[in-house]
């Protein structure tokens, strides 16, 4: 069985930044991937990045260049990974949601909700 949780989001004024967190447990496996989505309600699940096992990134057009995802464990693993998120504008509120597959399964969690709002 794999635990996914998400931490740290909250309320931010528009321009701000918020991190959040992902991490990752309970598996005899390393994930090769940590991806971050985001779904405002009544709307699709949306792609915002991805990570790999060697570190590589791929980012949604959205947030390129706002947004950064690292790992943020001593060993470099996937095992917790970090989202920046900066310049946040009001279209970034969403519940966002962490996911990893493992053994060919999708585990996720329960989602932190963002609101980007003055």
């Known amino acids: 069985q794999v635990q996914v949780v998400e931490s740290g989001g909250g309320l931010v004024q528009p321009g701000g930044s918020l991190t959040l967190s992902c991490t990752t447990s309970?598996?005899?496996?390393?994930?090769?991937?940590i991806r971050w989505y985001r779904q405002v309600p009544g709307e699709e699940r949306d792609f915002v990045a991805r990570?790999?096992?060697?570190?590589?990134?791929?980012?949604?057009t959205p947030v390129q260049g706002r947004f950064t995802l690292f790992r943020d464990n001593p060993d470099n693993t996937l095992k917790t990974v970090s989202l920046k998120m900066n310049s946040l504008q009001p279209e970034d509120t969403a519940m966002y949601l962490c996911?990893?597959?493992?053994?060919?399964?999708?585990?996720w969690g329960q989602g932190t909700q963002v609101t980007v709002s003055s």
């Open positions: 309970g598996s005899r496996f390393n994930p090769r991937f």
């Open positions: 990570i790999s096992v060697t570190g590589s990134t791929t980012y949604a």
């Open positions: 996911n990893v597959n493992v053994g060919g399964m999708d585990y």
